[in-house]
């Protein structure tokens, strides 16, 4: 309960909690009403309202994808990616990401460095149409954390969630059934992989298996880096930013439409 249009899950092992995002209203709206939950892995809530817009200091529009490096919480946030301290909630600064239209999804690699998306959208009179704006950056942790452009490119077709390895970045697009791959600068890796339905949102890795969720499809569908991917769990409901509860070996699925999160074991 409490869950407002839920658009990622983040497991924190640390603590052993789910982190959720709801956005609360229009995922294009600077409303500042959107909010991070705090769950117990038995669906319990620890903290309904973790960090909430317009409250004790803190923006937080339409919060989409969450991720943590170095004690800090990153949240991705229409043209933005917000800083928070882990344990306090406090607002520790932001980043803009200037031109960026839909900043969508974050992932902290092994050395601290945060991979954004901008997904490339905007309102349309028939809900989003594209903006160009599509890219994928890179943040540098510090006291003044530091933005880097890596790819801008339409090519990407609205990229949402992003994933990176020790040398490669994995990039699903939300307007399409691609998975890009690029190095660590952001030049392309071999062949476009192409997955049964499109809509893509959310990527996970569980060994060298990926699990990529899919609105099209109302699924999330499996395979390797190379493909070929299949659909695994079937008739899911607006499937958004999907994380990973490694201790227990579960896809978490944010059901953005249904104000929802359900888990699905992968043992």
Avoid: C
């Avoid at 407002?4 to 995922?27: F, H, M």
């Avoid at 200091?57 to 949240?75: D, F, M, R």
């Amino acid at each position: 309960e409490g869950l407002s249009t839920p658009e990622s899950v983040l497991y924190d092992a640390e603590t052993d909690t789910y982190l959720v995002s709801s956005i609360n209203g229009s995922p294009l709206a600077k409303d500042n009403n959107g909010y991070i939950s705090e769950l117990s892995p038995d669906g319990k809530v620890v903290a309904a309202k973790l960090i909430e817009g317009g409250q004790k200091g803190v923006t937080l529009n339409a919060p989409k994808g969450l991720t943590i490096s170095q004690g800090v919480l990153y949240v991705a946030d229409l043209d933005t990616v917000r800083l928070f301290d882990r344990k306090t909630g406090t607002a520790k600064g932001e980043v803009k990401v200037a031109g960026a239209t839909f900043v969508n999804d974050v992932f902290a690699a092994a050395d601290g460095k945060v991979y954004v998306t901008d997904s490339g959208l905007k309102a349309g009179k028939e809900g989003f149409e594209p903006s160009g704006t599509d890219g994928v950056y890179v943040i540098e942790p510090g006291k003044k954390p530091k933005l880097k452009t890596l790819l801008k490119s339409k090519d990407l077709n609205r990229p949402n969630g992003i994933l990176a390895t020790a040398d490669t970045l994995y990039v699903v697009s939300y307007g399409a059934n691609e998975l890009h791959a690029l190095d660590l600068t952001g030049k392309k890796k071999g062949d476009v992989v192409k997955l049964p339905k499109g809509g893509l949102d959310g990527i996970v890795l569980v060994g060298d298996t990926f699990f990529i969720s899919s609105w099209e499809g109302k699924s999330v569908s499996s395979g390797k880096a190379a493909g070929p991917f299949t659909e695994v769990f079937t008739g899911l409901e607006s499937p958004a930013d999907i994380g990973f509860d490694s201790k227990r070996s579960r896809l978490l699925v944010p059901h953005f439409m249904g104000t929802t999160v359900a888990a699905w074991d992968v043992k």
